[in-house]
């Protein structure tokens, strides 16, 4: 079959926010013929726009006159491609939790402490916040292949970096430095998959698609809990400390048996994992390509505003905040949370090896709970604000359980904290992938790229200050608990008062009621 090629030709497009008004262009596709090298499941022909938007705080009005046509394709080659992000995502993850759920045989074996751990997982957020300002432009003017074979490039360098040496207290220096460079790939991680969404995906999928991103990363992290401790075998009998007292200490080494075996096995690990990156990487530097040659629906074809003028008009929007401080203080908290499960649990006599278990099946309980929550989403899409407030009343109600039992409130038993985790995962592991999308459909026609990296910045800075404050010798670890449940009471709270915008999915709408479909290819 023969497929269209587009040349462009420009339509300006004027945005007000406010008193501010931003010009910028509009990419219009005209027909010549090519040979196809993608069969698309979709082939649609739309008359294409010039439209007046005009954007507040509460209220959107769009009209269009009628300019020429353009053709939407929706092609099959789009699961590719997010199977490719999810991978690069996964991995992301996965490497930044991967000290988590050893955190004891870590301890023992480099002389670390629980601030130790928590410092390992802080180079995340800290190298996030960082580095966001600058991924968000490069996402948004290089396009995705840049992003993310540069993001890739930083994750394989970080976990090749912590193969090189093993033994203390140098190799403490290394998997620090390897943590930072993981963690200054994590604005496309994390931020990236929305792009992904919008860039490949037709309306009636976007949802699924953020989500399906998502899974993989919280499935990545959930095989962390139980590929970690299976790897790294846990035994407290021969447990022995650094003498930091010593002019020699640089040269100490474990000399225990045991001890010798677990270095070996944490080596083996990081080599492993060093692999899996470089695989991905390499299969990403053969096929990742940008976008579509065709856009998948009238929103996609239309430039975003360019990135000083998207960032400014962001700033400005007061539902970019309350969605943005609704979403980073609970999800970043969650995460950082999450992170030292095992550091949490130990304290309470639950070893390494159960809280693995623990967070696995809540991880896997929480995929499949986000998948079939998307795909309603997807058929409601204009009751995302509704999905959200439900779960996280329900995510609530859940942590409030599980630190009760935790701190021995309620009586403990394996069957309930395992009931209520995995609940906390079912109710919470939905709700990144919603607010991605409420906060594009809020912030168009500002870049999803710009959108969803400020966006997951103030989760990263609201993990910064919980392991930051975790990192204080002494604090304990009860005050994380009550933390948590007291910050998805606050999103709550912000929630009840959101006024929820469509801007994005109104631009499609409108241009899909002047549609005619053509028989698929």
């Known amino acids: 079959?023969?497929?269209?090629?587009?040349?462009?030709?420009?339509?300006?497009?004027?945005c007000t926010d406010g008193d501010t008004t931003s010009e910028y262009k509009v990419k219009i596709e005209n027909d010549t013929s090519q040979l196809a090298t993608d069969v698309p499941d979709n082939v649609r022909k739309t008359e294409r726009r010039k439209s007046s938007v005009t954007f507040d705080e509460n209220v959107t009005q769009i009209r269009f006159e009628r300019v020429e046509q353009l053709d939407l394709f929706v092609y099959r080659r789009r699961w590719v491609i997010l199977a490719l992000f999810s991978a690069f995502s996964g991995l992301q993850a996965a490497v930044w939790n991967q000290w988590g759920p050893i955190a004891a045989v870590s301890e023992c074996v480099f002389g670390w402490t629980d601030g130790t751990i928590a410092l390992m997982s802080n180079w995340g957020p800290i190298a996030y916040i960082?580095?966001?300002?600058?991924?968000?432009?490069?996402?948004?003017?290089?396009?995705?292949?840049?992003?993310?074979?540069?993001?890739?490039?930083l994750i394989a360098a970080g976990c090749g970096l912590r193969c090189l040496i093993g033994t203390p207290p140098a190799y403490t220096w290394v998997a620090n430095a390897g943590q930072l460079l993981n963690g200054a790939a994590g604005p496309i991680g994390m931020g990236g998959i929305a792009k992904v969404s919008s860039v490949w995906f037709p309306p009636n999928e976007r949802t699924t698609a953020t989500s399906i991103g998502y899974v993989v990363q919280g499935l990545s992290i959930g095989l962390t809990f139980v590929i970690g401790p299976q790897v790294v075998q846990e035994d407290n009998s021969n447990c022995t400390v650094f003498n930091t007292s010593s002019m020699s200490a640089r040269e100490n080494v474990w000399e225990a048996d045991v001890v010798s075996e677990q270095r070996e096995q944490i080596m083996n690990y990081q080599y492993a994992t060093f692999g899996v990156c470089a695989a991905v990487f390499f299969t990403m530097l053969i096929y990742f390509p940008s976008q579509p040659p065709k856009p998948p629906s009238p929103s996609a074809a239309t430039a975003r505003l360019d990135y000083l003028d998207g960032l400014k008009q962001l700033l400005r929007k007061g539902r970019f905040w309350q969605i943005g401080l609704a979403y980073g203080a609970s999800t970043g908290t969650r995460d950082a949370w999450s992170s030292l499960l095992d550091v949490n649990l130990k304290a309470h006599g639950i070893p390494q090896k159960q809280a693995g278990w623990l967070g696995f099946y809540g991880t896997i309980a929480g995929a499949i709970t986000v998948i079939t929550t998307a795909r309603f989403a997807d058929h409601f899409q204009r009751r995302l604000k509704t999905f959200i407030f439900l779960l996280m009343i329900l995510t609530t109600v859940s942590y409030l359980w599980l630190v009760l039992l935790i701190l021995e409130i309620l009586p403990e038993s394996k069957g309930s904290m395992y009931a209520s985790y995995i609940l906390t995962c079912v109710s919470s592991g939905s709700l990144s992938p919603l607010f991605y999308e409420?906060?594009?459909e809020t912030s168009y026609p500002v870049a999803e790229g710009i959108t969803n990296v400020s966006l997951t910045s103030i989760n990263n800075l609201a993990a910064l200050v919980f392991l930051g404050v975790m990192s204080v010798p002494g604090i304990g670890t009860a005050w994380m608990n009550w933390f948590l449940v007291s910050v998805f009471c606050l999103s709550i709270f912000l929630l009840v008062f959101l006024p929820e915008g469509h801007n994005r999915l109104d631009t499609d709408q409108q241009e899909q009621s002047n549609t005619r479909d053509m028989d698929k290819c």
């Open 130 to 153: 960082l580095t966001a300002p600058l991924w968000s432009w490069v996402l948004d003017t290089k396009g995705l292949r840049v992003s993310c074979l540069v993001a890739m490039a």
């Open 1 to 14: 079959m023969t497929e269209s090629v587009p040349t462009e030709t420009q339509a300006s497009e004027t």
């Open 438 to 440: 409420l906060v594009c």
